[in-house]
Nanobody, 122 residues
Framework: VQLQASGGGLVQGKDSLTLSCAASGFTFSNYVMGWFRQVPGKEREFVAS????????YYANSVEGRPTISRDDAENTVRLHMNILRPEESAIYYC????????????????WGQGTQVTVSS
């Protein structure tokens, strides 16, 4: 199993960014896909998730409608587009896969990628 996140980097505050996660080694379409983030010294937190067959998407209250999560089951890829990024959202962003039914709890996700660093300058 491999989840390879990419697309991170240094951006200016209020800019947008799209993160991608390429999955392999499991049946991607059968899994809930999620994005989490972690600031050094803090707990990892949920950002967004999307259920199998694109039926539902979920977002953390803290991101206030700015992100869009999407999946492409043909390409085994999940993406997170973030608008109007804030400096406090600088973190390592992780993609994860779980069988459900949980969609926002870390313990519900079985597979995790290495993460991609996002740094938002003020």
């Amino acid at each position: 199993v491999q989840l390879q996140a990419s697309g991170g980097g240094l951006v200016q505050g209020k800019d947008s960014l799209t993160l991608s996660c390429a999955a392999s080694g499991f049946t991607f379409s059968n899994y809930v896909m999620g994005w989490f983030r972690q600031v050094p010294g803090k707990e990892r937190e949920f950002v967004a998730s999307i259920t199998q067959r694109h039926i539902h998407t979920y977002y953390a209250n803290s991101v206030e409608g700015r992100p869009t999560i999407s999946r492409d089951d043909a390409e085994n890829t999940v993406r997170l587009h973030m608008n109007i990024l804030r400096p406090e959202e600088s973190a390592i962003y992780y993609c994860a896969a779980g069988k459900g039914p949980g969609v926002a709890e870390e313990e519900e996700f079985d597979f995790w990628g290495q993460g991609t660093q996002v740094t938002v300058s003020s």
